[in-house]
């Protein structure tokens, strides 16, 4: 009962927890004015730099992938340009290679033509000091044969062309006589 006497008792009064109807209509147009405000101002504002932000987000993305694109390109172009160098640079150690091959076969050749000028050269000579010392031999032989031929025959054989023909003739003989035991053996 007792109870029953207090909600009575308050029944006069406003209720502490129902808002008052003015206040909820306030409350209400209030809220509505805000939202109103919210949307005419504040959300195009929110759009305009989330807008904004999208396309800056977008664009560094895209200037991202432009980048990656031109540096793919760029390590292409190196790639390309090493494997350019090192086709060029092994061109160039076999064109060495060939020159140094080139080079050294014209020294061989160039020595050897020096070699068998020098060789000829020294044959000459050999075939000069021969003859000169084949000559010098004829005379002194030449020269023995007629004094020893002056003994034996006990004439003198001193007249010129007596001699020369007499150790022309006597060396006629021998070289004869050598030709045939030569070809004998």
Not at 42 to 59: M, N
Request: no cysteine; hydrophobic share 45%.
């Amino acid at each position: 009962m007792l109870k029953t006497e207090l909600v009575l008792a308050e029944g006069d009064a406003p209720l502490p927890v129902l808002p008052h109807i003015p206040e909820l209509i306030l409350g209400f147009v209030a809220f509505i004015l805000l939202l109103w405000v919210m949307k005419k101002y504040v959300v195009p504002r929110f759009e305009a730099a989330y807008e904004e932000r999208a396309q800056k987000i977008e664009g560094g993305i895209e200037k991202a992938e432009k980048a990656q694109a031109e540096a793919e390109e760029a390590l292409a172009q190196y790639k390309a340009q090493l494997a350019e160098a090192r086709s060029e640079a092994a061109k160039i150690r076999d064109d060495a290679r060939l020159e140094a091959e080139q080079i050294k076969a014209e020294l061989r050749a160039e020595a050897e033509a020096e070699s068998q000028r020098i060789v000829a050269a020294g044959q000459a000579q050999l075939q000069a000091q021969k003859a000169q010392i084949v000559a010098e031999l004829r005379a002194d032989m030449g020269r023995n044969a007629v004094e020893l031929a002056g003994r034996i025959v006990g004439e003198s054989l001193e007249d010129e062309a007596r001699r020369r023909g007499t150790v022309d003739r006597f060396l006629a003989e021998l070289e004869t006589a050598g030709a045939t035991n030569g070809a004998g053996k």
